[in-house]
Nanobody
């Protein structure tokens, strides 16, 4: 039984920065990857970034590479998403996800626990 709690969303102007957090509780001893997905109105959920729990290997979607940075704090079972140079296109609900295997997967099916989502809105 795992619970993921996201925080840090909000309303910012284009070019600003925002940091999202996701804390995992419960049975988290077998974490492989933790990642972030997002879903904008009228669009499908898309991959944003992922990080392996032990090695810290990262993988990013092309749309955010160079602007976003994912990191983790193993002691706190928390993953972060630092978002810089935000664009209106980044506006979406951001979901934290946990998967039992690591490998930098961008597939939602490889993650079996999900947070409730946090809204990020970027104004032009």
């Amino acid at each position: 039984q795992v619970q993921l709690i996201e925080s840090g969303g909000g309303l910012v102007q284009a070019g600003a920065s925002l940091r999202l957090s996701c804390a995992a509780s419960g049975r988290t001893l077998s974490i492989g990857d933790m990642g972030w997905f997002r879903q904008a109105p009228g669009k499908e959920r898309e991959f944003v970034a992922t990080i392996s729990w032990t090695g810290g290997n990262t993988n990013y979607a092309d749309s955010v590479k160079g602007r976003f940075a994912i990191s983790r704090d193993n002691a706190k079972n928390t993953v972060y998403l630092q978002m810089n140079s935000l664009k209106p296109e980044d506006t979406a609900v951001y979901y934290c996800a946990l998967g039992p295997r690591w490998g930098g997967s961008s597939k939602a099916a490889d993650y079996n626990y999900w947070g409730q989502g946090t809204q990020v809105t970027v104004s032009s």
